[in-house]
């Protein structure tokens, strides 16, 4: 069973809207944090937001006051809304788990999101 997976990407044109999901509800142990990440064509992975077990929530510059992450790391479920968006907004998506008792970090497969006109 695939402990992270995420839903909700597609292809939207520039200044529309997406909702990514991330259910993380395969893994056993609690989640410290849970964050989502994305990767570009040719450049380096870069965390998008992040929310802690204790409601702490963490953007990049690039995308405060157009994205908002929300959802209860307790229950192992988070969201990405996702507004104005731009083609430099174009990557994969992923989501990660952050799980103490094992050391480690979850991720899932990832979820295409392509801004273009």
């Known amino acids: 069973q695939v402990p992270v997976v995420e839903s909700g990407g597609g292809l939207v044109q520039p200044g529309g809207s997406l909702r990514l999901s991330c259910e993380a509800s395969a893994i056993r142990f609690s989640i410290h944090t849970l964050s989502w990440y994305r990767q570009a064509p040719g450049k380096q992975r870069e965390l998008v937001a992040s929310l802690t077990h204790n409601g702490r929530i963490n953007y990049a510059d690039s995308v405060k006051g157009r994205f908002t992450i929300s959802g209860d790391v307790a229950k192992k479920t988070i969201y990405l809304e996702m507004n104005n968006l731009k083609p430099e907004d174009t990557a994969v998506y992923s989501c990660?788990?952050?799980?103490?008792?094992?050391?480690?970090?979850?991720w899932g497969q990832g979820t295409q999101v392509t801004v273009s006109s």
């Open positions: 990660c788990a952050d799980v103490p008792a094992v050391g480690g970090r979850h």
